[in-house]
C-alpha cells in the first residue's frame, strides 16, 4: 500500500478544494435518509446520557456540525483543514469549530458524550487508525457513543483507492469492529448499503459506545 508522508498531505489537498467541497456537498444530508435516520439515533442516545458536548471529527464546512446542532446537541467541529474551518466558521457563526487532527486531540479526558467521525477516518494510513480510535476513546466519557462513516468493501485487509481529494482506504465492517473492540468499544450498530447514482461503492457507518457507566 501507499500512504501519504504526512498528514500535511491531507491537509493541503483539502485546503485546495475547499470552497467547491463546499458547494458540492453543503447540503448532502437531503438525499441521505438513511444517514439521517441514524444521525438521528445517535443524537437520541447522546442526549439520553446526558454524558457531554459533541466533537464533530473532520467536520469539512460544517454542515453535518449544523445538522447535529438542529438534533438537540451540543456540537462543535474539529477538521486539519484551515480553509474548511474558515468556512464552516462563515456559514455557521453561531457554532464553534476549530483546527486540529485525530490523531492529538486537544481535549481532556472523557469530555465528550459523542463524537462523530464522517468519511473522516478514511484518509488515516491503517496503521494509525488503532491510535486514533484510542483517542476517541480518551476524550470520550464512559457510555458515550461514536459513530463513524466510511466506504465499505469485502476484503479483511483495508484498500486504497483514488479518493478524488486525497488517498484514502475502504474498509471491512467487520475489520473495523474488531480495531474498535481492541480500543475499549461495544458494537451498537451498523448501517451498508448500495451505492447511490454517483457513488462508486457501498457507503457504511458503524455506531459503537465506550464501556462502562456514566
Not at 99 to 109: N, R, W, Y
Request: proline share 6%; charged share 20%.
Amino acid at each position: 500500500m501507499t500512504e501519504p508522508v504526512t498528514l500535511q498531505d491531507t491537509q493541503a489537498a483539502y485546503d485546495s478544494v475547499a470552497s467547491l467541497y463546499a458547494e458540492l456537498f453543503s447540503d448532502v444530508l437531503d438525499t441521505l435518509p438513511m444517514e439521517r435516520a441514524l444521525l438521528a439515533v445517535f443524537a437520541d442516545l447522546v442526549r439520553a446520557h446526558g454524558a457531554g458536548p459533541v466533537a464533530d471529527i473532520g467536520c469539512g464546512p460544517g454542515h453535518v456540525t449544523a445538522h447535529l446542532h438542529a438534533l438537540g446537541l451540543t456540537a462543535f467541529g474539529v477538521d486539519l483543514s484551515a480553509a474548511m474551518v474558515a468556512l464552516a466558521r462563515q456559514a455557521h457563526p453561531a457554532l464553534r469549530f476549530h483546527e486540529g487532527s485525530m490523531t492529538a486531540l486537544d481535549l481532556a479526558d472523557g469530555v465528550l458524550g459523542g463524537i462523530l467521525a464522517f468519511y473522516s477516518i478514511i484518509h488515516m494510513p491503517p496503521r494509525h487508525l488503532p491510535a486514533v480510535f484510542a483517542e476517541f476513546h480518551r476524550v470520550l466519557a464512559p457510555g458515550g457513543h461514536l459513530l463513524l462513516g466510511f466506504f465499505a468493501g469485502d476484503d479483511p485487509l483495508p484498500r486504497e483507492f483514488d479518493h478524488k481529494v486525497s488517498l484514502a482506504y475502504r474498509w471491512s465492517p467487520d475489520s473495523l469492529v474488531e480495531l474498535l473492540r481492541e480500543a475499549g468499544f461495544d458494537e451498537v450498530a451498523r448501517l451498508r448499503r448500495e451505492p447511490h447514482e454517483g457513488e462508486r461503492f457501498h457507503q457504511a457507518a458503524l455506531m459503537v459506545r465506550k464501556a462502562g457507566r456514566l
